[in-house]
């Protein structure tokens, strides 16, 4: 029996991370600085960014609003503390949809 949180652990989290990579680069942070906020190195960001790691699921429209106010957030603190919270909220939320 595999528990919710393993399952997102697999799945779910690296769709996050990379979605929220993507999002944040594409707002005009730099690789380095998004590897630092979301505790990442800087080739698995950049594998996210090339879409070579996840990408496994489909995401809504709704958890798609939700990312974005989160790379929103996130660029306006840039606290690791607050990503950590941030993430956790975004698989709950894209796994109460799916």
């Not at 990442?40 to 990312?67: C, D, I, M, N, W």
């Amino acid at each position: 029996m595999k528990l919710p949180c393993e399952e997102a652990l697999w799945y779910v989290l690296p769709q996050i991370r990379a979605d929220l990579a993507r999002e944040l680069m594409r707002n005009g942070l730099s690789q380095k600085e998004v590897a630092e906020l979301l505790g990442l190195t800087p080739s698995a960001v950049s594998q996210y960014a090339h879409k070579k790691r996840a990408g496994r699921f489909k995401t809504s429209a709704e958890y798609k609003k939700y990312l974005m106010r989160v790379a929103k957030e996130l660029r306006k603190t840039k606290n690791k503390e607050e990503a950590s919270k941030l993430i956790c909220k975004c698989c709950m939320a894209s796994r109460s949809k799916n």
